[in-house]
C-alpha cells in the first residue's frame, strides 16, 4: 500500500503535526542532558549530559538498523519481539518498488512513525544514565546502551505497541486473563486491554527499573550517605524541566497519532496532572522541610509528567489533577529510599520514574474515565494495569542484570582518583567551567 497524493493531501495536516511532535520529543533529551546536568556535580556535568547525547546517537543508528523491525515487524516472535532482520536498515519500510511513500498505520507516511518512534526510544535510554552519574566508563555505558536498548526496549515497545504480549491482542496476557471479544472486522482482541498510552510500561517502568539494577550493581559514589551531593546548577535543571515539559507535550499529545481532540485531551490533561504533581510535590517538601525547593519544582514537573504518560488519554483533567498530586506526593517521599536501602540512584531515577511510572500505570485501574473503579468500572482494568507493570518491571529487571554483569569484563567503574578528581576530566579530557 502506497500513499497516494490525494491521501498525502487529505493526511497532510496530521503528518505535519506528527513531524513536530517527533522534533518535540527529540528535544527531550537534550532538555534532560541539561535537568541531570545541572543535577549532577561541577566535575562532571559534562560526561552526565554526554551520555544523554550518546544515547542520542547510540540508540538513532542501531533503531535504523533492527530497531523498527523489532518493535513494528509482522513477524512476531513468542510475543515478545518481531523479527530483527525483517525490516533491517528500514528497508521495505519507506517505500514500495514504485518509488511510492508506504503508507503507515494512521494514513500518512510511514517513515513518520519511524520518526516518531525512534526519539522514545533515545530518550529511555538517556533516562537510565541519571542514576550512575560521576562513576561510570563512558565507553561502557555506550555499549551498554546499544545493547540494552535491543533486548529490554524494543521487546517492550513490541510487548505493548506491536501486538505482543502485553499488548490488547488475543493472544497476549489480557485476553488469557479474561478472554476476548470480536473487534467488528472478523478478528478477536482482549476484553479488558491494557492502556499504556504514551509509554509507562515501556519508557518509564522500564527505565526506572533498570536504573536501580545498575546503581546496585554497579555500587554507591565513594561518600555516598556521609558527603552531601548538591546539585551544582539549579538554573541548568529549572531551563531542562522546562524543556522537558515543552517537548512532553509531543510525547503524549502526539501519541494520538493525528491532530484531533484526542490529542487535545493528551494535552490538556499533562497540564492539569503536572501543576498538581509540582503543587502535591511543594506541600511534601514545605511539611517535612520547612521550604518549597526550585529543585523539588523541578522534580515535580517530572513527577507530573512521568505519571499522566500512559493515562493521557484515559482520565479526565479532573482525574489527571488527583493522578498527578499524588506522584507528587509519592515521588518526593520516594526519592530518599536510596538512603534507607543503601543505593545510590544519584539523580532519582527510581524515585521519580520507576515510583510515578507505576502509579500512573496502576492508577488507570481507579481513575480511568470509561473502565476505572470510582468511574463505575469494575476491578478488571486493575488487574490488567497491575499484570503489566509486573511483567514489564520483572522482565527489564532481568534483562538489566545480564546484560550489567556480562560487562563488567569491560569495567564499569572509572578509578578511584579519576573519580575524586572528576569524571570529565577522566573521560572527556575537559572541564565545564574555566577559572582564572
Known sequence: MYVSPEDMLANSGNAAWMLMAASLVLLMTPGLAFFYGGMSQQKSVLNMMMMSFGAMMVVSIIYVLWGWSMSYGTEDIGGLFANPFEF??????????????????????NVIDVAFQVTFAIITVALISGSLAGRVKYGTWLVFAGIWVTLAYFPLAHMVWGGGLLSGSEDGLAAKIFGTTDDGDGGLVASVAPIDFAG??????????????????????????????????????????????????????????????????????????????????????????????SLGAASGIVAGLVAITPAAGSLTPVGSMILGVIAGVLSALAVGLKFKFGYDDSLDVVGVHLVAGLWGTIAIGFLGSETGLFYGGDYKQLVVQIVIALFALIFTAIVTVVIALALKPLGWRVSDEEEANGIDEAEHAETAYDFA
Not at 533491517?88 to 507516511?109: C, E, P, Q, S, V
Not at 529549572?238 to 493525528?258: D, H, V
Open 200 to 293: 509507562g510500561t515501556v519508557v518509564h517502568i522500564n527505565a526506572g527499573i533498570a536504573a536501580l539494577v545498575l546503581a546496585v550493581i554497579i555500587g554507591k559514589r565513594a561518600g555516598f550517605g556521609k558527603v552531601a551531593f548538591r546539585p551544582h546548577n539549579l538554573p541548568f535543571v529549572m531551563l531542562g524541566a522546562a524543556l522537558l515539559w515543552f517537548g512532553w507535550f509531543g510525547f503524549n499529545a502526539g501519541s494520538a497519532f493525528a491532530a484531533d481532540g484526542a490529542a487535545g485531551l493528551a494535552w490538556v490533561n499533562p497540564t492539569a496532572a503536572t501543576a498538581a504533581a509540582i503543587a502535591g510535590w511543594l506541600i511534601t517538601e514545605r511539611i517535612r522541610d520547612g521550604h518549597a525547593t
Open 88 to 109: 533491517f536498515g528500514l528497508k521495505d519500510t519507506i517505500t514500495d518498488a514504485d518509488g511510492n511513500f508506504i503508507a503507515g498505520a494512521f494514513g500518512y507516511a
